[in-house]
């Protein structure tokens, strides 16, 4: 069995490549999980019950302007209601 083609110059880049995309996808990932705790932190300090398809909703959400958006409303919401206006 051949296995040269591993070994390549192309081989290599395909690679790195899909480090690099494994990378940023985790860093992404990463920065939606982070928003994520500050909203419902921001509701626990503000004493706003999350009902649990509400932690869901905020926990799954991996559009990062749509968590943006969530995470400024989030420390003046009277309800969890509050954060997802206009949604």
């Excluded at 069995?1 to 110059?9: E, I, N, R, T």
């Excluded at 928003?35 to 990062?64: N, Y």
């Excluded at 969530?70 to 209601?81: C, G, H, I």
């Amino acid at each position: 069995m051949d296995l040269s083609f591993y070994k390549s110059a192309i081989s290599e880049e395909i690679r790195d490549e899909g480090r690099s995309e494994g990378r940023s996808e985790g860093r992404s990932e990463g920065r939606a999980e982070g928003i994520a705790q500050g909203i419902l932190l921001f509701l626990a300090r503000a004493g706003v019950d999350v009902p649990d398809e509400a932690r869901e909703r905020i926990t799954t959400c991996g559009d990062l302007e749509t968590l943006n958006r969530w995470l400024l409303r989030a420390p003046t919401a009277q309800s969890v209601e509050d954060v997802f206006a206009e949604e």
